[in-house]
C-alpha cells in the first residue's frame, strides 16, 4: 500500500517568506508526527497528532511553527517569517496505534526546506 | 531530558566484516530502543527495536540488546555485505511519550 507521503520534496523561499508543508499518513495510521532533520544530524521532534488534536508539541522551537490536523489525516506545518535558521529536511511519520505493538513510526521521504 | 549518544563515523568496512555501532541512552524510566536505517536516497526505516530490559532486537542479520545496567543498544552485525552502507539512528521513545529521541547518526561504508 502507499506509504506516508510529503509535498513539496523541495521548497526554497526567501527569508520572512510563508511556508506550508504537508502530509498524508498512511491510511488508517491515528498518530501523526512532525520531526526537523538537519545536515548531519539526527531528525528533532517537533509535534505529535493523536486523531486532530495535538497531544505533543513540545518540540516546536517558537510560536513562528504551527501545524494542523483538521480531519484527523492530512497535517500541515506552517512556518511563518522564516529565517535561514529554519533550512532542514521536514520529515513526517505516521503510527497505527502508538504505544503498542502496533505503534511503529513509518518515514515519509521529507521535505527539503531551503531559505534564502 | 532523553539523550542518545552513538558513534561518530564514517564507519568503513571491508564486505563480511563484523560491525559494532555504539549507542548509549540516558533517560528516565523504562524507554524503548530503537534502530533506524537510512539507505542512499530513501527514507527512515526501522531495522530493529527493544521494549525492555535484556530484550534483544534482530532484523536483517543485525542484532542489538537492551542493557538497562550500562544504558546502552548497541548494533551489531557479523558479516557485513555492501549493501548494508547506510546511515544508522539509534533512538528512543521515553516512558510515556510517543516521540521519538535520535542519536546523530553513524554513516557506515561497506567496501567490496
Known amino acids: 500500500g502507499a506509504g506516508v507521503s510529503q509535498t513539496p520534496s523541495n521548497k526554497v523561499t526567501e527569508k520572512g517568506k510563508y511556508v506550508e508543508l504537508r502530509c498524508d499518513p498512511i491510511s488508517g495510521h491515528t498518530a501523526l508526527y512532525w520531526y526537523r532533520q538537519s545536515l548531519g544530524q539526527g531528525p528533532e521532534f517537533l509535534i505529535y497528532f493523536q486523531g486532530t488534536g495535538a497531544a505533543d508539541d513540545s518540540g516546536l522551537p517558537n510560536d513562528r511553527f504551527f501545524a494542523v490536523r483538521p480531519e484527523g489525516s492530512v497535517s500541515t506545518l506552517k512556518i511563518q517569517r522564516t529565517e535561514r535558521g529554519d533550512s532542514a529536511v521536514y520529515l513526517c511519520a505516521s503510527s497505527l496505534r502508538p504505544g503498542t505493538g502496533e505503534g511503529e513510526q513509518y518515514f515519509g521521504p521529507g521535505t527539503r526546506l531551503t531559505v534564502t | 531530558g532523553d539523550s542518545v549518544t552513538q558513534m561518530e563515523g564514517p564507519v568503513t568496512l571491508s564486505e563480511e566484516a563484523f560491525l559494532t555501532i555504539n549507542c548509549t541512552y540516558t533517560?528516565?524510566?523504562?524507554?524503548?530502543l530503537f534502530w533506524y536505517v537510512q539507505y542512499p536516497g530513501e527514507g527512515l526505516q526501522l531495522l530493529l527495536k527493544a521494549t525492555k530490559a535484556d530484550d534483544k532486537g534482530s532484523n536483517k542479520g543485525f542484532e542489538a540488546t537492551y542493557r538497562k545496567e550500562t544504558t546502552s543498544f548497541h548494533l551489531e552485525k557479523g558479516s557485513v555485505q555492501v549493501s548494508d552502507s547506510a546511515v544508522y539512528f539509534c533512538?528512543?521513545?521515553?516512558?510515556?511519550?510517543?516521540?521519538?529521541?535520535f542519536g546523530s547518526g553513524t554513516r557506515l561504508q561497506v567496501q567490496p
Open positions: 533512538a528512543l521513545s521515553g516512558a510515556g511519550r510517543r516521540a521519538l529521541t
Open positions: 533517560a528516565t524510566g523504562y524507554p524503548s
